[in-house]
């Protein structure tokens, strides 16, 4: 029954990555303009004059020809992403997309992944406890404290943070994620570097986030805690800890397992504020600065990405809980 479980939804998520993946191709195209006419019309602008049939020949051998037959575009769209091909960027050109992901990537990964993790851990240990003993002073303080904190803008805090740290105490750098007069590679002062441009924005992603999985945590466990297989463990003897931690928290913690895995999948994403504000070389600042130079080659890729990023993390998080919960498994 499990295995019937996984295949069917193994099955759904296939579905869903094919029609991103066409949603992906279609939507640039119905956009007006494309690549190859924006390059013909800059390159026009520049020069003063009409640009030879030769060269409008190779643009639109590079970026595609968007008069050609539609069927034909999306195959050989399907056969440029079966060599891992997302094409070539425009603003970069003749860098491909792919180098420019896999390049802000990594940076993505280490500052919204690691701080994801660390909200999330923060949040859903602190919220079992104040769940644990509502009314207690502990509850009391955290509950009004981080539900304020969750009503004040994420924005407002980078820039507050970034305004004291940076500016008035210059604690931190203002803006990257290293220091652009050392050689990139594995050194010590290179990590130094890359350790001081992060702890800020890091900061202000657990600072921001933590409350919301708190408050989730807590009023899940108080709910959790009136549920007879808690009383009856309790009855048992059983450590207050024990209960706490394998009976109330368990079963409390799932809706907030959903949430983690969709944060971790939205992860590759980046949190596009941060990096924003920060100017940190990440996916969410690549995105941005496509979006503003109009790169539709490089939105694509970032997109099919960001959307393949967050079916994974909902499949893993389905296969979680078919370990987790039981009743799954037994439905299956």
Request: aromatic residues 12%.
């Amino acid at each position: 029954m499990r295995w019937t479980f996984l295949a069917r939804r193994l099955g759904f998520y296939l579905a869903a990555a094919a029609a991103a993946i066409g949603l992906n191709f279609l939507l640039p195209r119905l956009m007006p303009g494309d690549p190859s006419s924006a390059i013909v019309e800059e390159l026009e602008r520049v020069s003063g004059q009409q640009v030879p049939a030769e060269t409008l020949l190779s643009i639109r051998a590079i970026f595609g020809n968007p008069h050609a037959n539609l069927a034909q575009q999306f195959a050989d769209y399907l056969r440029q992403l079966s060599h891992g091909d997302l094409g070539v960027s425009v603003v970069n050109f003749p860098v491909p997309v792919a180098d420019l992901v896999w390049q802000a990537l990594p940076w993505t990964l280490l500052l919204v992944g690691t701080t994801t993790i660390t909200a999330f851990a923060i949040g859903t240990l602190l919220g079992v406890v104040a769940g644990w003993k509502a009314g207690s002073r502990l509850d009391a303080i955290l509950t009004p404290f981080t539900t304020f904190l969750s009503s004040v803008p994420y924005f407002w805090v980078a820039l507050l943070a970034l305004w004291i740290f940076g500016f008035v105490l210059g604690w931190t750098p203002l803006s990257g994620g290293y220091d652009a007069d050392l050689p990139q590679g594995f050194s010590l002062a290179y990590a130094v570097s890359v350790l001081h441009h992060g702890v800020l924005p890091a900061a202000t992603i657990v600072f921001s986030a933590f409350g919301g999985w708190l408050l989730g945590m807590r009023n899940m466990t108080v709910t959790t805690v009136r549920e007879d297989y808690v009383l009856l463990a309790q009855a048992k003897g059983l450590s207050p800890k024990r209960v706490m931690l394998r009976y109330a928290a368990r079963n409390a913690m799932l809706p907030s397992f959903t949430g983690f895995a969709m944060a971790l999948g939205g992860v590759v994403g980046g949190a596009l504020l941060t990096e924003i504000v920060f100017s940190y070389p990440g996916i969410g600042y690549l995105l941005y600065e496509s979006l503003q130079k109009r790169d539709y080659p490089m939105m694509q890729g970032v997109f099919l990405l960001i959307t393949l990023a967050v079916l994974l993390a909902n499949l893993v998080a389905d296969l979680a809980y078919v370990l987790l919960d039981p009743r799954i498994r037994a439905r299956g």
